[in-house]
């Protein structure tokens, strides 16, 4: 089992990263979820998410798809899961081997650190997303 942190790493690169390792046949486990980045604008971003998540259909609102999380864990998930073929047996496959935690759970070492210190100024954090989208973490 490979332990991967997200500190400071950018989303979509962890993400890549996280979704090779899983077609490969590796069993993951990224920590730090809500620690992850995602650059640009901040506005920018929270409105994009804000759309996101309040489309609805003008006959039934409640069925109205995809739905979009709001859990730091479920946006990462969310994102490796659109790096792998996760309509195909392969891609179940290793989706399934992926698992995501807020923060570090006890007893856990990490091998991999993606993570360095930003080197922009416009960028939040997943967990910062998260609490704007009004998730208790």
């Known amino acids: 089992m490979v332990v991967v942190n997200a500190e400071n790493a950018v ?3 962890l993400a890549s990263y996280v979704a ?6 590796e069993e993951i486990t990224v920590v730090n ?6 650059t640009g604008n901040k506005e ?12 609805k259909s003008i006959s039934n609102p409640k069925k109205m798809g ?3 999380p709001r ?3 479920d946006i990462v998930r969310r994102v490796i899961r659109g790096m792998l073929p996760y309509k195909k047996p392969r891609g179940v496959e290793a989706f399934k ?4 935690e807020v923060g570090v759970p006890e007893g ?3 091998d991999i650190n993606l993570g360095s210190a930003p080197n922009t100024i416009k960028y939040v954090t997943v967990g910062e997303l998260s609490q704007f989208l009004g998730a208790k973490f």
Do not use: C, H, N, W
């Open 33 to 38: 979820a809500e620690k992850a980045i995602m």
């Open 66 to 68: 995809p739905k979009y």
């Open 44 to 55: 920018y971003i929270f409105q994009k998410y804000v759309q996101l998540r309040t489309r």
């Open 11 to 13: 989303v979509g690169r």
């Open 20 to 25: 090779k390792l899983a077609l490969s046949g």
């Open 97 to 100: 081997k992926i698992k995501i």
């Open 71 to 73: 859990r730091p864990d």
């Open 108 to 110: 856990v070492s990490i």
